[in-house]
Protein backbone atom coordinates (compact mmCIF):
# COMPACT_ATOMS: atom_id res chain seq x y z
CA UNK A 1 0.00 0.00 0.00
CA UNK A 2 1.28 2.96 -1.34
CA UNK A 3 0.96 6.73 0.76
CA UNK A 4 2.01 9.94 0.53
CA UNK A 5 1.90 13.07 2.42
CA UNK A 6 3.36 16.29 1.37
CA UNK A 7 5.54 17.82 4.64
CA UNK A 8 4.35 21.64 4.93
CA UNK A 9 6.98 24.17 6.03
CA UNK A 10 3.99 24.94 8.70
CA UNK A 11 2.78 20.91 9.76
CA UNK A 12 1.23 20.12 12.55
CA UNK A 13 -0.08 16.65 14.44
CA UNK A 14 2.48 14.86 11.86
CA UNK A 15 2.32 12.21 14.28
CA UNK A 16 -1.42 11.59 13.09
CA UNK A 17 0.65 9.44 10.44
CA UNK A 18 2.50 7.95 12.53
CA UNK A 19 -0.09 4.60 12.12
CA UNK A 20 0.69 4.92 8.20
CA UNK A 21 4.17 5.15 8.80
CA UNK A 22 4.54 1.91 11.28
CA UNK A 23 2.36 -0.38 9.74
CA UNK A 24 4.21 -3.38 8.48
CA UNK A 25 1.67 -2.99 5.01
CA UNK A 26 2.46 0.26 3.99
CA UNK A 27 5.01 2.13 2.35
CA UNK A 28 4.69 5.66 4.12
CA UNK A 29 6.80 8.28 2.31
CA UNK A 30 6.65 12.30 4.01
CA UNK A 31 7.23 14.57 0.41
CA UNK A 32 9.52 18.26 0.90
CA UNK A 33 10.23 20.41 -1.30
CA UNK A 34 11.03 19.58 -4.65
CA UNK A 35 10.90 15.93 -3.95
CA UNK A 36 9.49 14.05 -6.94
CA UNK A 37 6.04 12.47 -6.48
CA UNK A 38 5.63 8.89 -7.08
CA UNK A 39 2.39 7.16 -8.26
CA UNK A 40 -0.18 6.30 -4.54
CA UNK A 41 -3.05 4.61 -3.80
CA UNK A 42 -3.59 7.21 -0.87
CA UNK A 43 -2.25 10.90 -0.65
CA UNK A 44 -2.87 12.02 2.88
CA UNK A 45 -3.48 16.04 3.10
CA UNK A 46 -1.73 16.64 6.94
CA UNK A 47 -3.00 19.69 9.59
CA UNK A 48 -1.09 22.70 9.58
CA UNK A 49 0.00 25.72 11.74
CA UNK A 50 -1.21 28.42 8.71
CA UNK A 51 -3.52 26.73 5.72
CA UNK A 52 -3.21 29.33 3.39
CA UNK A 53 0.62 29.90 3.46
CA UNK A 54 0.99 26.02 3.47
CA UNK A 55 -1.81 25.89 0.53
CA UNK A 56 0.47 28.39 -1.75
CA UNK A 57 3.09 26.17 -1.20
CA UNK A 58 1.28 23.04 -1.85
CA UNK A 59 0.64 25.22 -5.22
CA UNK A 60 4.20 26.38 -5.86
CA UNK A 61 5.42 22.65 -5.25
CA UNK A 62 2.84 21.45 -8.22
CA UNK A 63 0.90 19.21 -5.64
CA UNK A 64 -3.07 20.73 -7.08
CA UNK A 65 -1.99 19.10 -10.49
CA UNK A 66 -0.50 15.99 -9.08
CA UNK A 67 -3.92 15.71 -6.69
CA UNK A 68 -6.29 16.37 -9.39
CA UNK A 69 -4.00 13.68 -11.97
CA UNK A 70 -3.95 10.99 -8.25
CA UNK A 71 -8.03 11.36 -8.45
CA UNK A 72 -8.56 11.02 -12.46
CA UNK A 73 -6.63 7.55 -11.60
CA UNK A 74 -9.17 6.30 -9.13
CA UNK A 75 -6.60 7.24 -5.94
CA UNK A 76 -7.87 8.10 -2.75
CA UNK A 77 -7.46 11.29 -0.82
CA UNK A 78 -7.48 12.08 2.88
CA UNK A 79 -7.64 15.76 4.56
CA UNK A 80 -6.97 16.20 8.26
CA UNK A 81 -8.12 19.48 9.50
CA UNK A 82 -5.82 21.84 8.04
CA UNK A 83 -5.70 19.85 4.90
CA UNK A 84 -9.53 19.46 5.21
CA UNK A 85 -9.84 23.15 4.91
CA UNK A 86 -7.26 23.04 2.07
CA UNK A 87 -10.09 21.06 0.23
CA UNK A 88 -12.68 22.92 0.05
CA UNK A 89 -13.59 25.74 -2.21
CA UNK A 90 -12.19 29.07 -0.29
CA UNK A 91 -10.51 29.49 2.90
CA UNK A 92 -11.19 33.11 4.84
CA UNK A 93 -9.35 34.73 7.55
CA UNK A 94 -11.64 37.94 7.73
CA UNK A 95 -9.64 38.68 11.55
CA UNK A 96 -6.56 38.06 9.84
CA UNK A 97 -5.82 35.12 12.67
CA UNK A 98 -3.28 33.52 10.31
CA UNK A 99 -2.07 35.96 8.53
CA UNK A 100 -3.07 39.06 6.53
CA UNK A 101 -7.00 39.28 6.40
CA UNK A 102 -9.14 38.15 3.37
CA UNK A 103 -9.82 34.84 1.38
CA UNK A 104 -7.72 32.23 -0.70
CA UNK A 105 -9.24 29.90 -3.16
CA UNK A 106 -8.81 26.23 -2.39
CA UNK A 107 -7.73 23.27 -3.69
CA UNK A 108 -11.54 23.18 -5.34
CA UNK A 109 -12.15 19.34 -4.44
CA UNK A 110 -15.07 19.42 -2.13
CA UNK A 111 -17.98 21.89 -2.46
CA UNK A 112 -17.46 23.78 1.39
CA UNK A 113 -15.86 26.72 2.83
CA UNK A 114 -14.08 27.52 5.52
CA UNK A 115 -14.30 30.75 7.77
CA UNK A 116 -11.14 31.48 10.40
CA UNK A 117 -12.25 32.49 14.11
CA UNK A 118 -10.28 33.95 16.50
CA UNK A 119 -11.26 31.15 19.05
CA UNK A 120 -9.95 27.73 19.04
CA UNK A 121 -12.04 24.52 19.12
CA UNK A 122 -10.53 22.25 21.33
CA UNK A 123 -12.26 19.02 22.18
CA UNK A 124 -11.48 14.98 23.28
CA UNK A 125 -13.95 13.55 20.44
CA UNK A 126 -15.10 9.65 19.94
CA UNK A 127 -17.27 7.94 17.25
CA UNK A 128 -17.66 6.09 14.48
CA UNK A 129 -16.34 6.37 10.58
CA UNK A 130 -19.12 6.55 7.84
CA UNK A 131 -17.10 3.58 6.05
CA UNK A 132 -18.07 -0.33 6.09
CA UNK A 133 -18.28 -2.25 9.20
CA UNK A 134 -18.35 1.63 11.22
CA UNK A 135 -15.07 1.25 13.11
CA UNK A 136 -14.83 2.95 16.27
CA UNK A 137 -12.75 6.04 16.62
CA UNK A 138 -11.27 8.09 18.99
CA UNK A 139 -9.04 11.34 18.87
CA UNK A 140 -9.19 15.24 19.37
CA UNK A 141 -10.23 18.34 17.73
CA UNK A 142 -7.73 21.44 17.70
CA UNK A 143 -8.83 23.86 14.91
CA UNK A 144 -9.60 27.60 14.25
CA UNK A 145 -12.12 27.74 11.58
CA UNK A 146 -15.79 26.34 10.87
CA UNK A 147 -16.12 24.98 7.69
CA UNK A 148 -19.43 24.58 6.10
CA UNK A 149 -21.29 23.40 2.24
CA UNK A 150 -23.46 20.69 0.80
CA UNK A 151 -20.06 18.16 0.99
CA UNK A 152 -20.76 18.02 4.86
CA UNK A 153 -24.06 16.55 3.96
CA UNK A 154 -21.99 13.12 3.30
CA UNK A 155 -20.17 13.09 7.19
CA UNK A 156 -17.07 11.27 7.48
CA UNK A 157 -17.45 10.98 11.17
CA UNK A 158 -20.68 10.36 13.34
CA UNK A 159 -19.31 11.23 16.59
CA UNK A 160 -21.21 9.95 20.10
CA UNK A 161 -22.22 12.95 21.00
CA UNK A 162 -24.45 13.06 18.12
CA UNK A 163 -22.37 15.52 16.24
CA UNK A 164 -21.24 14.54 12.75
CA UNK A 165 -17.75 15.28 11.52
CA UNK A 166 -16.15 16.19 7.94
CA UNK A 167 -16.97 14.61 4.84
CA UNK A 168 -17.16 11.98 1.66
CA UNK A 169 -17.20 12.88 -1.63
CA UNK A 170 -19.74 12.05 -3.62
CA UNK A 171 -17.78 9.76 -5.50
CA UNK A 172 -16.18 8.08 -2.46
CA UNK A 173 -12.48 9.31 -3.45
CA UNK A 174 -12.22 12.14 -0.69
CA UNK A 175 -12.75 11.62 3.02
CA UNK A 176 -11.88 14.60 5.26
CA UNK A 177 -12.27 15.34 9.03
CA UNK A 178 -11.24 17.77 11.88
CA UNK A 179 -10.40 14.64 14.34
CA UNK A 180 -6.61 13.76 15.01
CA UNK A 181 -5.99 10.45 15.54
CA UNK A 182 -8.36 9.30 13.19
CA UNK A 183 -5.81 6.48 12.40
CA UNK A 184 -5.17 5.22 15.66
CA UNK A 185 -7.30 2.69 16.44
CA UNK A 186 -6.38 -0.62 14.85
CA UNK A 187 -10.07 -1.18 13.20
CA UNK A 188 -10.37 2.31 12.36
CA UNK A 189 -6.81 1.84 10.16
CA UNK A 190 -7.50 -1.59 8.45
CA UNK A 191 -10.80 0.47 7.49
CA UNK A 192 -9.10 3.68 5.67
CA UNK A 193 -6.93 1.53 4.17
CA UNK A 194 -9.43 -0.69 2.72
CA UNK A 195 -11.14 2.38 1.92
CA UNK A 196 -8.04 3.10 0.24
CA UNK A 197 -7.63 0.35 -1.83
CA UNK A 198 -5.66 -2.39 0.08
CA UNK A 199 -7.18 -5.82 -0.08
CA UNK A 200 -6.92 -8.13 2.86
CA UNK A 201 -4.83 -5.55 5.07
CA UNK A 202 -4.39 -6.64 8.97
CA UNK A 203 -5.59 -4.98 11.89
CA UNK A 204 -2.32 -3.79 13.40
CA UNK A 205 -2.17 -2.47 16.99
CA UNK A 206 0.14 0.37 17.10
CA UNK A 207 0.03 0.80 21.02
CA UNK A 208 1.48 -2.88 21.50
CA UNK A 209 4.23 -1.54 19.11
CA UNK A 210 4.73 1.30 20.60
CA UNK A 211 5.18 -0.30 23.87
CA UNK A 212 7.58 -2.73 22.73
CA UNK A 213 9.65 -0.51 21.02
CA UNK A 214 10.11 1.62 24.45
CA UNK A 215 10.61 -1.90 26.59
CA UNK A 216 13.15 -3.22 23.70
CA UNK A 217 14.99 1.02 24.28
CA UNK A 218 14.74 0.72 28.01
CA UNK A 219 16.13 -3.20 27.73
CA UNK A 220 19.21 -1.90 25.58
CA UNK A 221 20.29 0.95 28.08
CA UNK A 222 19.91 -1.45 31.09
CA UNK A 223 22.52 -3.66 28.71
CA UNK A 224 24.92 -0.45 27.90
CA UNK A 225 24.98 1.49 31.14
CA UNK A 226 27.21 0.84 33.77
CA UNK A 227 25.20 1.71 36.71
CA UNK A 228 27.73 1.35 39.33
CA UNK A 229 29.37 4.17 37.80
CA UNK A 230 26.87 6.42 37.45
CA UNK A 231 25.58 6.13 40.84
CA UNK A 232 29.12 6.76 42.19
CA UNK A 233 28.47 9.99 39.95
CA UNK A 234 24.99 11.23 41.68
CA UNK A 235 25.76 11.56 45.67
CA UNK A 236 23.11 10.47 47.56
CA UNK A 237 21.69 12.69 50.50
Known sequence: MRVVAPSFPRISNHNDLDPLRLHPEVDFRFLGPNQAKPPAD???????????????WLRAQGWDTYL????????????????FQMLGR??????????????VAGLELLDC????EAEKQLRNVSGRL???????????????????????????VHLDDRRVDGAI????QLLAT???????RPAALAALLAWAGAEGIAAVDLDARREADIERLADAVEAAL???????LIPIR
Open 90 to 103: ALHDPAGVEGSPGS
Open 130 to 156: ALEGSPAMTGYEIHVGTTRGPALERPA
Open 68 to 83: RRHLRYGGKVVGLCGG
Open 42 to 56: LVVLPGSKNVAADLA
Open 169 to 172: SADG
Open 226 to 232: DRDALAR
Open 178 to 184: YCHGVFD
Open 113 to 116: ETTL
